[in-house]
Nanobody
Framework: QVQLVESGGGLVQPGGSLRLSCVDS????????MGWYRQAAGKERELVAT???????NYADSVKGRFTISRDNAKTTVYLQMNSLKREDTAVYYC????????WGKGTLVTVSS
């Protein structure tokens, strides 16, 4: 049974930082592509960043230079460091694991507001 549990969301002022974490309880974590997606109110879910088993990273243009995805295979955890946050980053952030099929966490809310 695969379970993805996100944490680290919250309220932050514009220009601030947050770090999201996602613990994967499934097997073969090191082999999986892991990612972060987000969904703002009234919008479709969109890709934020992915990281492959070999460490290759992919980012949405809107977050390049501000967000960093990383993984710790020993802790079966993927992180999203978010800096220089903007109001438009406000969304529910979901962890994703590709293990033949997609698995999703329940999401963590990030609110960027003054």
């Amino acid at each position: 049974q695969v379970q993805l549990v996100e944490s680290g969301g919250g309220l932050v002022q514009p220009g601030g930082s947050l770090r999201l974490s996602c613990v994967d309880s499934g097997r073969f974590f090191s082999l999986n592509v892991m990612g972060w997606y987000r969904q703002a109110a009234g919008k479709e879910r969109e890709l934020v960043a992915t990281i492959a088993s070999g460490g290759n990273r992919n980012y949405a243009d809107s977050v390049k230079g501000r967000f960093t995805i990383s993984r710790d295979n020993a802790k079966t955890t993927v992180y999203l460091q978010m800096n220089s946050l903007k109001r438009e980053d406000t969304a529910v952030y979901y962890c994703n694991a590709k293990k033949g099929i997609d698995y999703w966490g329940k999401g963590t809310l990030v609110t960027v507001s003054s």
